[in-house]
């Protein structure tokens, strides 16, 4: 059970992760065209 616990907000901090990447991606691409 703990294990669970601890997964869950591990995978929202990854999700968290991917919209920055994916923001600075979209502005770098909006940049450069």
Do not use: A, C, D, G
Request: glycine share 0%; proline share 3%; no cysteine.
């Amino acid at each position: 059970m703990e294990s669970r616990q601890n997964k869950k907000p591990k995978h929202k901090e990854v999700e968290f992760e991917i919209h920055i990447l994916w923001f600075r991606l979209k502005i770098k691409y909006s940049i450069t065209r």
